[in-house]
């Protein structure tokens, strides 16, 4: 019989969790998503998408070989945010961290390659996530793979949301 993996509670190498500002008038709202003089380097968005999940929606459980993404949860709805470090060579390896993020706290999350992580729709509506990742998807001109490991794909997965795994 195969061993399971156990993730723990803690914080992850590599992961940021930043709170957003929104500056707010009788206009409505502006928050600052990005600046390059916040995050340079290897981590420097090469893109930027945005995507709505209906309510109850998840996406992943997933992992990059190469690929960070620097997840934008703003609103509307709120998100159950997972991340478990699955980098055998990481200090944090076996750590898990579980966040509920969006419009009642608008937050950043930066996942390093090899990260895994997944998130759901847990409000009551539509919930925007925008995403600028440092790699462009399927590489220049899209001729390139698909950075991307599917856990989701698998039902005996270990990477479960609402487990402790």
Not at 54 to 78: I, K, T
């Amino acid at each position: 019989m195969e061993a399971r993996m156990t993730f723990k509670k803690g914080p992850i190498e590599g992961v940021e969790i930043r709170k957003l500002r929104k500056f707010v008038d009788e206009r409505g709202w502006l928050c600052e998503l990005w600046r390059n003089d916040e995050v340079a380097g290897p981590l420097a968005p090469a893109m930027c998408y945005a995507s709505i999940s209906r309510p109850g929606v998840q996406r992943g459980p997933h992992e990059h070989v190469d690929q960070a993404d620097y997840f934008c949860f703003l609103g509307p709805s709120n998100f159950l945010v997972v991340l478990w470090d699955n980098r055998p060579g990481s200090a944090t390896f076996g750590n898990r961290v579980r966040i509920v993020v969006g419009e009642d706290d608008p937050t950043v999350v930066i996942v390093p390659a090899g990260v895994v992580h997944g998130y759901r729709n847990v409000g009551g509506k539509d919930g925007l996530v925008t995403n600028l990742p440092n790699q462009l998807f399927m590489g220049k001109a899209r001729k390139s793979p698909i950075d991307e490991i599917r856990h989701e794909d698998d039902p005996k997965t270990i990477f479960q949301m609402d487990d402790t795994h």
